[in-house]
């Protein structure tokens, strides 16, 4: 028998992914496996755990109980030789505390196989800056750089593996160090989903909760949650884990906060047809009237107003996205037309939406200003060196940084240089925070969990620009 071919496996493992992703409601139990706990520096390994359990846009909130098929997907794609998309530089050194302006990150030209280990410097802050976190597994889901906030997961190895993904899960808020629980997971099996740039604002935090179906005595329920800072309260803004739910509704992806509302995608049981734009109004205290979303797949939220996303995905496993205006301070037609096919959309929590865009073997990374009318886009060099390419992950493009697996370690690309950065095994970079970086250290996989024991908050000053 002849073997498969690996594309035709992607693209039908891809297009199965994308069908199941946002709607999934069952997930049959898996065998875990042996592991070592550790991360591997061999092949892709490190690149295809952090890619299973970091936020994915939109397709990956509701993913995460379907690794299967997910893991299978980047295995394939890691089993074969691939140019990986490098990234450009910039001049410039914006920050989430810097004032709006219409200037934006300039990046230019690198080669990929072009890389450096991580810079002793580098290193020596990582350690100053660290500190334990409050159970085995933590990971950054989601940051505001205009407040200095950072969401994290917080959870333990599950004595049962084969159905639960953590155990112990909490939801705690950071700032500078110092975490506050604000969610303490109420069954065995439910999952934090978490928008990683627009789930806080000043006064506010949302996420949902889902608990996907593992049988007919574990029906398939969600929360919508919004946490008040002021007050601490945390209050369900819709679904329940002991309502009845006759509509069969299900939410699609993570909720985000945007021009004063929380808004969240929902739809009829596995019905994209029938997806609705659901908000909360922050000032009234009360539900807002549902909108016409059809077949949308996620939201991106940018402060002042929150965009519509809509994938597809092509013969060639290409995932396309576009997006629509749907809420708030609308983006001008060149700009949502230049967002067209993005993916790894982030908000830097002050004025600026970034994002990525592949197209072959050949990579771009824009920004725009929200309110303003333009698009800096900037082409990024090919991968030259096929074997020491850089992977890019799927976390939100926030400049200076953004992660990736470099020469087959955990790593990130310096922007400011075009420079992609390779780590020593366990340490990793979680999110960029306004003018500070949260890495993770002594990260590692139990059963099919990935998180950090230790996090460690760095200011950008003591990570001077990276070069080759």
């Given at each position: 028998?002849?073997?498969?071919?690996?594309?035709?496996?992607?693209?039908?493992?891809?297009?199965?992914?994308?069908?199941?992703?946002a709607?999934?409601?069952?997930?049959?139990?898996?065998?875990?496996?042996?592991?070592d706990?550790?991360?591997?520096?061999?092949?892709?390994?490190?690149?295809?755990?952090?890619?299973?359990?970091?936020?994915?846009?939109?397709?990956?909130?509701?993913?995460?109980v379907?690794?299967?098929?997910?893991?299978?997907?980047?295995a394939?794609?890691?089993?074969?030789?691939?140019?990986?998309?490098?990234?450009?530089t910039?001049?410039?050194t914006?920050?989430?505390?810097?004032?709006?302006?219409?200037?934006?990150?300039?990046?230019?030209?690198?080669?990929?196989?072009?890389?450096?280990?991580?810079?002793?410097?580098?290193l020596?802050?990582?350690t100053a800056?660290?500190?334990?976190?409050?159970?085995?597994?933590?990971?950054?889901?989601?940051?505001?750089?205009?407040?200095?906030?950072?969401l994290?997961?917080?959870?333990?190895?599950?004595?049962?593996q084969?159905?639960?993904?953590y155990a112990?899960?909490?939801?705690?808020?950071?700032?500078?160090?110092?975490?506050?629980?604000i969610?303490t997971?109420?069954g065995?099996?439910?999952?934090?989903?978490?928008?990683?740039?627009?789930?806080?604002?000043?006064?506010?935090v949302?996420f949902a909760?889902?608990?996907?179906?593992?049988?007919?005595?574990y029906?398939?329920?969600y929360q919508?949650?919004?946490?008040q800072?002021?007050?601490?309260?945390?209050?369900?803004?819709?679904?329940?884990?002991?309502q009845?739910?006759?509509?069969?509704?299900?939410?699609?992806?993570?909720?985000?906060?945007?021009?004063?509302?929380?808004?969240?995608?929902?739809?009829?049981?596995?019905?994209?047809?029938?997806?609705?734009?659901?908000?909360?109004?922050?000032?009234?205290?009360?539900?807002?009237?549902?909108?016409?979303?059809?077949?949308?797949?996620?939201?991106?939220?940018?402060g002042?107003?929150?965009?519509?996303?809509?994938?597809?995905?092509?013969?060639s496993?290409?995932?396309t996205?576009?997006?629509?205006?749907?809420?708030?301070?609308?983006?001008?037609?060149?700009?949502?037309?230049?967002?067209?096919?993005?993916?790894?959309?982030?908000f830097?929590?002050?004025?600026?939406?970034?994002?990525?865009?592949?197209?072959?073997?050949?990579?771009?990374?824009?920004v725009?200003?929200?309110?303003?009318?333009?698009?800096?886009?900037?082409?990024?060099?090919?991968?030259?060196?096929?074997?020491?390419?850089?992977l890019?992950?799927?976390?939100?493009?926030?400049?200076?940084?953004?992660?990736?697996?470099?020469?087959n370690?955990?790593?990130?690309?310096?922007?400011?240089?075009g420079?992609?950065?390779?780590?020593?095994?366990?340490?990793?970079?979680?999110?960029?925070?306004?003018?500070?970086?949260?890495f993770?250290?002594?990260?590692?996989?139990?059963?099919?969990?990935?998180?950090?024991?230790?996090?460690?908050?760095?200011?950008l000053?003591?990570?001077?620009?990276?070069h080759?």
């Amino acid at each position: 028998m002849s073997a498969p071919d690996p594309d035709d496996l992607e693209r039908r493992l891809t297009e199965l992914f994308q069908q199941r992703a946002a709607t999934i409601t069952q997930v049959r139990q898996f065998d875990a496996g042996p592991g070592d706990g550790r991360r591997k520096p061999a092949g892709l390994e490190p690149g295809r755990d952090r890619w299973r359990w970091q936020h994915l846009g939109v397709l990956a909130a509701a993913a995460a109980v379907f690794v299967a098929v997910a893991a299978t997907i980047v295995a394939i794609q890691a089993s074969r030789p691939r140019p990986a998309p490098p990234l450009g530089t910039s001049t410039a050194t914006p920050t989430a505390s810097s004032a709006p302006t219409n200037a934006t990150p300039t990046p230019t030209p690198t080669n990929a196989s072009c890389w450096v280990e991580a810079p002793a410097s580098w290193l020596q802050a990582i350690t100053a800056g660290a500190f334990r976190g409050d159970n085995d597994l933590n990971t950054v889901v989601s940051a505001n750089g205009g407040t200095g906030d950072y969401l994290v997961t917080q959870g333990n190895a599950p004595t049962d593996q084969t159905s639960q993904i953590y155990a112990d899960l909490e939801l705690a808020l950071y700032h500078d160090t110092r975490g506050n629980v604000i969610y303490t997971a109420q069954g065995s099996k439910d999952f934090v989903q978490a928008d990683p740039t627009g789930a806080i604002s000043a006064g506010w935090v949302t996420f949902a909760v889902v608990s996907p179906q593992n049988s007919a005595d574990y029906p398939y329920r969600y929360q919508v949650m919004l946490y008040q800072r002021g007050t601490g309260t945390l209050r369900t803004l819709a679904g329940g884990a002991d309502q009845p739910n006759p509509e069969r509704k299900l939410v699609r992806g993570a909720p985000v906060i945007a021009a004063g509302k929380v808004y969240w995608l929902a739809s009829v049981d596995n019905h994209p047809e029938t997806t609705t734009l659901e908000s909360w109004d922050l000032s009234r205290n009360s539900a807002a009237a549902s909108r016409n979303a059809a077949d949308a797949t996620g939201l991106v939220g940018y402060g002042s107003g929150v965009a519509v996303m809509y994938e597809s995905v092509s013969e060639s496993s290409a995932i396309t996205a576009t997006l629509r205006n749907g809420a708030g301070v609308p983006l001008t037609k060149a700009q949502l037309d230049a967002t067209t096919g993005g993916s790894n959309f982030g908000f830097d929590g002050t004025s600026k939406l970034s994002w990525l865009r592949y197209d072959g073997d050949s990579a771009s990374y824009s920004v725009l200003i929200v309110g303003g009318t333009g698009v800096s886009t900037e082409p990024l060099s090919h991968a030259a060196d096929r074997a020491a390419g850089t992977l890019l992950g799927i976390s939100a493009a926030v400049f200076p940084f953004v992660a990736a697996v470099v020469h087959n370690v955990d790593g990130l690309v310096d922007l400011r240089t075009g420079t992609p950065v390779a780590f020593p095994i366990g340490t990793i970079v979680q999110a960029v925070v306004g003018d500070s970086v949260v890495f993770g250290t002594d990260s590692h996989n139990s059963g099919q969990a990935f998180g950090s024991a230790g996090l460690s908050l760095v200011p950008l000053s003591a990570l001077p620009a990276a070069h080759c």
